[in-house]
């Protein structure tokens, strides 16, 4: 039988094209995930950057330990505890001290991240001057880079400065350097500092304080703002291929599938010769096993191949648009290769079996009928598996529904969740096909000429053809509608708690450091007929389940000027029982009871354990929690809600307001342009991520559009030879075969937008659970452009393939019957 397989490949080459094509690309598309997969979950460690040149860095305590029965839980503090005054004392009387600060900077024409540092731990990165001096003066820097040069003005939200020297970039961070007098200024803490002393001795010096690090050698690396970034961005690299790859193995495999599934059951008339010259069931089997397995090594070698030649350029792609860490590149991963290879392999012999299964049990004479127009096109193995996906979609949104309606909302889930319902519909979809193709050429139909009814007759009766190629559309428009509209649905649900939360009239927002200083505040507070709320963002921690330790996200504010200015969704309690011993939280908290004592640890690590003052609804999952500012310790305000005194002129408070706030950079902002300026959307990596998974997924899915309609075109032969014989010209067959490639296209699509629709509707029942309805959200425009693409496409290609086979001679009435 592999001889034969051997010469059936070669005699029929063309058929096994689209096949090749179709596993070649897959293959690729599943070494190229994987390898950036790999890459993410196995970065190079890094050395130190900033204190490469320094002998001994000792941080503050910034990891949070809690001890549970299953182990310690470790966290970053939103607001690490500075070093004691007493403790760098004791380190000066070892050596010398440098501290260390580092700030944000935003500078007009500048990068977008720019990170200020005094200038005397410059030394030990260590920069060198390239150009002028050192600064002298608070309005003095000197900059990294060749943004700007010596001698320039600079306006930063730190003030306008002078830019007195330059040095050359290390590649690892945009730096401007103040004095040393300045950046203690703009920002106060103690985090980490240089001590010019024998590390042992230093260790000694700070072995009473808990959490304190000593670091040297390699480990300095860890008082680079590096490690944390890098670690973040490795994780968003890692959860985006992880994403992008399952969608793509779910695209390819199906796909792959299919097209191996169309080739073999093209095929019935051969599989029908065969057995009538008396092969076998298992011989047929066999035959087309062969067949696959050949095409199946040499498309999975090939995919394997071309998917090493792209992966470096994808995460070029990914440092580019500063997805990933500058040095994130590809490594040299072998098991991608082996996942890809023998994944695409195992694919295409499933679905050549799967197909060869009918065709080889058989008898002769019904496959020979059979060949010529198509009978039953479910399959027990469509019934089947269509079944299990479809009852397992249903009952996985029934128990998420009635348990956690919150997990739908949730980035992983509704982006792995589609793929459940699409590839139920594409299995199913030889149900629904005639129908709604007759349905969709009911009007072309009743128009004059015969290409209408033409159209709508092939259609219907060649049902595994139409579903065949209808499943790319499917997947390419039931993916668009999905992810998009999961995106749009929960930003217009968020924005409308937004809308709900706050009732300020006025936001005053900090800039500079991002934060208000006391003396602002007395300002504010001092503008006739405004009522201030002044809050911090923090963070607080609490242990659930036994041993998770949980981050939830908190503002610090005084509970009565709170109510004046903001409406917060409660379920339970009020607002009036916040106080120093008391916490709000949302429904989602493991402890949710009005008057609860739960065990928490705050933004810098304290423990307390606090009573439940009230309790949130759920919501998009943004409420987190609200604490007063005792409980915030470290917390700086970086927002104030303004409300209005009865009878005040707000054209007077918000002059007022701006006079407050001028001196620090503050912007004054009216309710509604806040809520609109701050309304949840999509952030970059989200954005540049869902980039990432549709491109691959509909740019595969539209080659593979193109390449399952050339294949079932190009065995349509003796039809076209049939319709030329009754008299029709080329040019009619070429509107025929275009007519049928829109309706088919446009019935999947049709299928498609009702796959989306009813994912989108499990998130409208979720937000509706969670207290935060919100009408659900087709991205209509998205899914016209991704429909015209696919009918253009699918149109182009089968009157091309088409316009190949008619430019033959018109063969006889024996040839046209084949």
């Known amino acids: 039988m592999l001889s034969l397989a051997l010469r059936t490949l070669r005699a029929r080459w063309t058929a096994f094209a689209g096949a090749f094509t179709a596993l070649a690309l897959g293959v690729a598309l599943l070494t190229v995930m994987g390898l950036a997969l790999a890459s993410s979950l196995d970065a190079p460690a890094r050395g130190p950057e900033r204190f490469a040149a320094a002998p001994v860095v000792v941080r503050a305590g910034d990891t949070l330990r809690v001890e549970t029965p299953y182990g310690d839980r470790t966290m970053t503090p939103a607001h690490p505890r500075a070093l004691p005054a007493a403790t760098v004392a004791k380190l000066r009387r070892l050596g010398a001290v440098v501290v260390d600060r580092s700030y944000r900077v935003r500078a007009e024409g500048g990068p977008g991240e720019l990170t200020g540092h005094p200038w005397s731990t410059a030394a030990f990165a260590p920069y060198e001057l390239a150009a002028g001096r050192a600064p002298r003066a608070d309005d003095e820097v000197v900059v990294s880079g060749d943004w700007a040069r010596p001698g320039e003005r600079v306006r930063t939200d730190r003030g306008t400065v002078r830019v007195v020297g330059a040095v050359a970039g290390r590649g690892f961070e945009h730096a401007v350097f103040h004095t040393d007098a300045r950046a203690a200024a703009l920002s106060p803490p103690v985090l980490q500092l240089v001590v010019d002393a024998d590390p042992a001795a230093v260790r000694e010096a700070v072995r009473d304080v808990a959490g304190v690090r000593v670091l040297t050698g390699g480990d300095r690396r860890y008082a680079d703002a590096g490690p944390e ?10 959860a985006l291929f992880g994403t992008a790859g399952g969608v793509s193995a779910f695209v390819s495999v199906f796909v792959v599938a299919s097209t191996f599934a169309l080739a073999v059951d093209r095929r019935r008339r051969e599989f029908g010769l065969l057995r009538a010259a008396g092969a076998t069931p298992g011989q047929v089997g066999r035959m087309v096993c062969g067949e696959a397995l050949l095409v199946g090594v040499l498309g999975s070698a090939a995919g394997c191949a071309l998917g090493g030649y792209a992966a470096p350029r994808l995460t070029a792609w990914v440092v580019d648009v500063e997805l990933a860490p500058g040095w994130f590149t590809v490594g040299d991963a072998a098991w991608p290769y082996h996942a890809a290879f023998w994944t695409g392999l195992l694919v295409a012999l499933c679905g050549a079996v799967a197909a060869s299964w009918r065709a080889g049990r058989t008898s002769p004479l019904r496959a020979l009928r059979e060949a010529s127009a198509d009978g039953r096109a479910m399959t027990p193995g469509r019934w089947l598996w269509g079944g299990c996906l479809l009852l397992t979609a249903v009952v996985t949104l029934a128990a ?14 509704y982006v792995s969740r589609p793929m459940l319902l699409i590839g139920a519909a594409a299995l199913l979809a030889p149900l629904v096909v005639r129908p709604l193709t007759r349905l969709l050429t009911w009007l072309p139909a009743r128009l004059p000429g015969a290409v209408g009814t033409l159209t709508r007759e092939n259609a219907a009766a060649r049902v595994r053809r139409t579903a065949a190629v209808a499943a790319p559309v499917l997947v390419t428009v039931a993916l668009t509608g999905s992810l998009l509209g999961a995106t749009a649905t929960l930003g217009r649900a968020g924005a409308a708690e937004r809308r709900e939360l706050t009732t300020a009239a006025f936001v005053v927002t900090a800039g500079g450091d991002g934060a208000f ?3 602002t505040l007395e300002r504010l507070r001092a503008v ?27 503002r610090a504010a005084e509970p009565g000027a709170l109510a004046a200015t903001a409406r917060l969704p409660l379920a339970a309690g009020g607002l009036g029982g916040l106080d120093d011993d008391s916490i ?62 009865g009878g005040a002129d707000p054209r007077a408070v918000a002059a007022g307001l701006e006079r407050a706030v001028r001196p620090v950079g503050g912007r004054v902002l009216t309710g509604d342009r806040w809520r609109a300026a701050t309304a949840p959307g999509s952030g970059r990596t989200t ?70 629709a009813l994912e989108l509707a499990g998130m409208w029942a979720a937000l509706t659970l969670q207290s935060a309805p919100a009408p659900l959200v087709l991205p209509w425009r998205a899914l016209a452009a991704v429909t015209a693409v696919c009918a253009v496409l699918a149109t182009a290609s089968a ?15 024996a040839a046209a019957r084949e």
């Open 528 to 554: 006739p007929s405004a009522r201030v709320s002044a809050s911090a963002p923090s963070a607080v921690y609490v242990l659930e389940e036994g041993g998770a330790l949980v981050r939830s996200e908190a």
């Open 517 to 519: 200083g006391p003396r």
């Open 799 to 813: 009157v091309a393939s088409a316009a190949v086979v008619l430019h033959r001679p018109v063969p006889g009435p």
């Open 584 to 645: 709000v939280v949302n429904e989602e908290w493991e402890r949710h009871t009005v008057g609860q004592r739960v065990r928490v640890w705050l933004g810098d690590g304290t423990g307390r354990t606090l009573r439940i003052a009230a309790v949130m609804t759920t919501g998009t999952g943004n409420n987190g929690v609200y604490v007063t500012p005792a409980n915030a310790p470290g917390a700086r305000v970086d927002r104030v809600d303004i409300a209005l005194a």
């Open 400 to 413: 998420a529904l009635l348990g956690d309606p919150g997990d739908l909302l949730h980035r992983k889930t």
């Open 687 to 756: 954005r540049y991520g869902f980039l990432l998974v549709l491109g691959i997924a509909l740019l595969y899915a539209a080659i593979a559009l193109v390449n399952t309609v050339v294949m079932a075109t190009a065995d349509r032969v003796g039809e076209f030879a049939a319709l030329r014989l009754a008299g029709a010209t080329r040019w009619q067959v070429l509107r025929l075969v275009g007519a049928e490639a829109l309706a088919v296209a446009a019935g999947g699509a049709v299928l498609g937008v009702a796959v989306a």
């Open 229 to 238: 970034r890098d670690r973040a961005a490795l994780t968003a690299v890692n």
